[in-house]
């Protein structure tokens, strides 16, 4: 069994806590959430990279590796991650548990405080951050946008939300765009460093066999540097509950052998904050969420339309996204089957086999959470964004009791918004405004 709990250790600054004895390593992290913003979407995805290569104590990856190897080998890593319009940037940390120390040595309270050490005392030349490290990591993150831009099922999802979300945080990469890093400069970081350290809210999550109390005790002393604040604000999100009378349809050209066509709904303000939810969940899960679904069962296996084909629910964010790679010519067979599909979950139509896989599907992947501390860390991060204290066994209990017409319903109130379709050079045409 595990407990978790949940306590503010400064103001905005937030643990959560999973006591158990399940696993052999502890699992740790940071996290600071804000607002996502095009302005500064780019600066605050290099800040942890950069914070990464050196300290003050340990300046540069050799001396951080070491530190590491007294952790019985344990890692860090930063991470930048999207929840709703929240942009969240970090460390997560996973080292041995206590319990499983050669000689009882205790390795939560120093692997939290070189965490606190890379998030508080980095390496510093001229008052700002290292030149070299910062031209390094600009780089390294040129070439992550790039490559998000080169997977072209990536690059079509994305500009469905540009298209669907366009002037909305929703829109903005995670990442930022290219010509916003290259833009960034040491004193530039520097000063958005100390930006998100006094503005951020920042919430904290430990996993292992140390209590509560213990984890929440070697956090405060490793966080105790933090700058104080009451000003700590995360992001929000904002929800348009309709979509337009008539769809809007985009097709772009590249140099692909591929099409890719992927199309976005609204779920008519349904969110993971309203009751219906489960219902919404089930639905995604039906339509194209998992293996059992009719978009991967009918549109891709049985009538061989797609090479693939799914689709994701943004729980905060109300929409549906629809992703699938085809053949150019077969566009509209596609579109106009995708929708069939969805129809038919609107109209009940559901088989009892189709209802109940899709419902143990998401039941084990809500238990299977609780088998995984990085899956547990995203689970609660993600809540946090949302401000839901629903653990995976409760969302798990809400999932067995949701009908085939609970489930209908929530298909009824999807809206296609937009329709995105990337085809070749010279392909043919879609009917589709090209852009």
């Not at 913003?37 to 290099?46: P, R, Y």
């Not at 003050?56 to 019985?72: G, I, K």
């Not at 349809?249 to 969110?271: H, I, P, Y």
């Not at 689970?379 to 999932?399: D, I, K």
Request: proline letters at 3%; charged letters at 25%.
């Amino acid at each position: 069994m595990s407990q978790t709990t949940r306590r503010e250790l400064f103001p905005g600054v937030w643990l959560r806590s999973v006591h158990t004895n399940k696993f052999k390593s502890s699992y740790l992290s940071v996290t600071l959430m804000l607002p996502l913003k095009e302005e500064t979407a780019a600066v605050n995805a290099l800040l942890p990279h950069v914070l990464r290569r050196g300290t003050a104590v340990h300046p540069d990856m050799e001396s951080l590796s070491a530190a590491l190897d007294q952790l019985y080998g344990g890692a860090i890593e930063p991470v930048v991650r999207k929840r709703g319009e929240t942009q969240c940037v970090g460390f997560v940390a996973s080292f041995l548990d206590d319990a499983y120390t050669l000689e009882g040595e205790r390795l939560l309270e120093p692997a939290a405080a070189l965490l606190g050490e890379l998030l508080l005392k980095p390496l510093t030349q001229d008052g700002a951050f290292s030149p070299d490290y910062t031209a390094g990591e600009k780089a390294n993150l040129i070439d992550r946008i790039r490559a998000q831009i080169n997977d072209k099922r990536i690059y079509a999802s994305h500009r469905l939300t540009q298209l669907m979300c366009q002037g909305e945080p929703f829109a903005v990469d995670k990442l930022g765009d290219e010509a916003r890093v290259e833009a960034i400069t040491p004193a530039s970081l520097w000063a958005q460093y100390q930006t998100l350290l006094q503005t951020a809210r920042i919430e904290v999550y430990y996993c292992g066999s140390a209590s509560p109390e213990r984890a929440a005790e070697a956090l405060q002393a490793a966080l105790s540097a933090l700058p104080e604040s009451r000003d700590r604000i995360g992001g929000s999100c904002h929800v348009i509950d309709h979509a337009d009378a008539q769809p809007r349809v985009v097709s772009e050209s590249m140099d692909v052998t591929q099409g890719k066509l992927a199309m976005g709904f609204r779920t008519g303000g349904l969110t993971c904050w309203e009751a219906e939810y489960p219902a919404l969940y089930l639905c995604n899960a039906l339509f194209g969420g998992c293996t059992l679904s009719k978009l991967f069962m009918n549109v891709r296996e049985k009538l061989s339309l797609c090479y693939y084909a799914s689709s994701t629910l943004e729980k905060m964010k109300g929409l549906v996204l629809v992703s699938s790679g085809i053949e150019f010519e077969k566009y509209e067979t596609a579109r106009d089957e995708i929708l069939a599909q969805l129809e038919a979950i609107r109209q009940g139509e559901i088989e009892d086999w189709e209802l109940e896989g899709a419902r143990r599907t998401l039941i084990n992947s809500c238990l299977s959470t609780l088998d995984d501390q990085g899956r547990q860390e995203e689970f609660w991060l993600g809540q946090a964004a949302a401000g839901l204290e629903t653990n995976p066994e409760q969302l798990a209990a809400q999932l067995e009791t949701v009908t085939r017409e609970q489930t209908a319903a929530a298909a009824q109130k999807l809206e296609l918004d937009t329709i995105y379709f990337l085809k070749g050079k010279g392909g043919l045409s879609s009917g589709a405004a090209e852009i």
